[in-house]
């Protein structure tokens, strides 16, 4: 076989795998510098100036990080974990990147000016699956212990008032509305009642006030005062994220649920729950969140007083009175 026979078969060879690898007549050899200005000149007219901007920005980025100089120096593989590791990039921004710098390599290709399409092969970034619970569970007493006792001790002026907002929560099962809209004139000590207005649809409804809770409102109680009783600022939801992770509470589990405000209200009823499984002590839970509270079911409400889980003992509650009084804002 002469050298003419082998040249052909050479050149017959390359058609087919020019063919098979969809190649063209561009070379490795051309200049990124020049593949990048041509890119933008072409984008220069189809963007705006703002998204001509971003793209140099992005093609500057990765070309510079690997020191790019010719289409040779090109690998897919170092280009998709130079994008991986900008750190300060969200995903969505890192796969902008991917598809910045895959166009212009198509581009190229189509152009002619490199002999394939050398990053086809770059995966997007798969997007994070974020687990959304929405399901709420109630605290457990170690729970509530740990929230009572961090927000008590936290050394700044609203732990105590975080605090009695806590009780007024677990004590009342009132949302968070009922309870920022209570007010003195809505409490009758002597009869140990506490009126709720409604934060969503319904009727007021009137409970018992718990013992605990009772004498911290005895504290400053003002009959038939507008004067709020619990002072619960517009920050409050952020403060009881605060006081759950001080407290070391996770605040989302998949399994088990999420812990927010309205937690405490779950909270409150499967208190009464289980100080008795009972139908009077579902009924009694019923009545005190959602409709006015029913005289019979005072003898359930006086057993979940008496064997209930009180947070903690009224003598403890006297001496924290005595060394820590609740200060109450003036304002209404």
């Given at each position: 076989?002469?050298?003419?026979?082998?040249?052909?078969?050479?050149?017959?060879?390359?058609?087919?795998?020019?063919?098979?690898?969809?190649?063209?007549?561009?070379?490795?050899?051309?200049?990124?510098?020049?593949?990048?200005?041509?890119?933008?000149?072409?984008?220069?007219?189809?963007?705006?100036?703002?998204?001509?901007?971003?793209?140099?920005?992005?093609?500057?980025?990765?070309?510079?990080?690997?020191?790019?100089?010719?289409?040779?120096?090109?690998?897919?593989?170092?280009?998709?974990?130079?994008?991986?590791?900008?750190?300060?990039?969200?995903?969505?921004?890192?796969?902008?990147?991917?598809?910045?710098?895959?166009?212009?390599?198509?581009?190229?290709?189509?152009?002619?000016?490199?002999?394939?399409?050398?990053?086809?092969?770059?995966?997007?970034?798969?997007?994070?699956?974020?687990?959304?619970?929405?399901?709420?569970?109630?605290?457990?007493?170690?729970?509530i212990a740990q929230l009572l006792s961090f927000a008590l001790l936290r050394?700044?002026?609203?732990?105590?008032?975080?605090?009695?907002?806590?009780?007024?929560?677990?004590?009342?099962?009132?949302?968070?509305?009922?309870?920022r809209k209570i007010r003195f004139m809505d409490i009758t000590l002597e009869?140990?009642?506490?009126?709720?207005?409604?934060?969503?649809?319904?009727?007021?409804?009137?409970?018992?006030?718990?013992?605990?809770?009772?004498?911290?409102?005895?504290?400053?109680?003002?009959?038939?005062?507008?004067?709020?009783?619990?002072?619960?600022?517009?920050?409050?939801?952020?403060?009881?994220?605060?006081?759950?992770?001080?407290?070391?509470?996770?605040?989302?589990?998949?399994?088990?649920?999420?812990?927010?405000?309205?937690?405490?209200?779950?909270?409150?009823?499967?208190?009464?729950?289980?100080?008795?499984?009972?139908?009077?002590?579902?009924?009694?839970?019923?009545?005190?969140?959602?409709?006015?509270?029913?005289?019979?079911?005072?003898?359930?409400?006086?057993?979940?007083?008496?064997?209930?889980?009180?947070?903690?003992?009224?003598?403890?509650?006297?001496?924290?009175?005595?060394?820590?009084?609740?200060?109450?804002?003036?304002?209404?």
């Amino acid at each position: 076989m002469n050298q003419e026979n082998i040249e052909s078969i050479a050149t017959q060879v390359a058609k087919i795998l020019k063919e098979q690898l969809n190649l063209n007549n561009g070379s490795l050899d051309t200049p990124m510098q020049k593949i990048m200005d041509d890119f933008i000149n072409f984008k220069r007219s189809i963007v705006t100036p703002k998204q001509l901007s971003t793209i140099k920005k992005i093609i500057n980025r990765v070309t510079d990080s690997l020191g790019m100089k010719t289409a040779r120096d090109v690998n897919p593989i170092k280009i998709q974990q130079a994008i991986i590791g900008f750190s300060s990039l969200a995903d969505s921004t890192k796969n902008t990147y991917l598809t910045t710098v895959k166009a212009m390599s198509r581009w190229a290709f189509e152009m002619g000016m490199i002999p394939f399409d050398m990053l086809s092969v770059m995966k997007p970034i798969p997007k994070k699956k974020v687990v959304i619970v929405r399901r709420r569970r109630a605290m457990g007493e170690d729970e509530i212990a740990q929230l009572l006792s961090f927000a008590l001790l936290r050394q700044d002026k609203n732990g105590f008032m975080n605090y009695f907002s806590y009780l007024g929560f677990l004590y009342t099962g009132a949302r968070l509305e009922e309870l920022r809209k209570i007010r003195f004139m809505d409490i009758t000590l002597e009869d140990d009642l506490i009126m709720i207005k409604p934060g969503k649809n319904g009727d007021a409804r009137i409970i018992p006030i718990h013992p605990i809770l009772r004498k911290f409102i005895a504290f400053n109680y003002k009959p038939r005062s507008p004067e709020r009783v619990f002072q619960i600022p517009r920050s409050f939801l952020e403060r009881f994220k605060k006081d759950l992770d001080i407290a070391g509470i996770k605040r989302i589990d998949k399994i088990a649920g999420m812990l927010d405000v309205h937690a405490m209200r779950q909270t409150f009823s499967t208190l009464i729950d289980e100080v008795e499984e009972s139908k009077q002590a579902v009924r009694l839970a019923y009545d005190t969140l959602s409709h006015k509270f029913k005289k019979p079911m005072r003898q359930s409400w006086d057993k979940y007083v008496e064997n209930g889980f009180k947070f903690m003992e009224l003598e403890i509650v006297n001496r924290i009175m005595t060394e820590k009084p609740c200060k109450q804002s003036t304002k209404s």
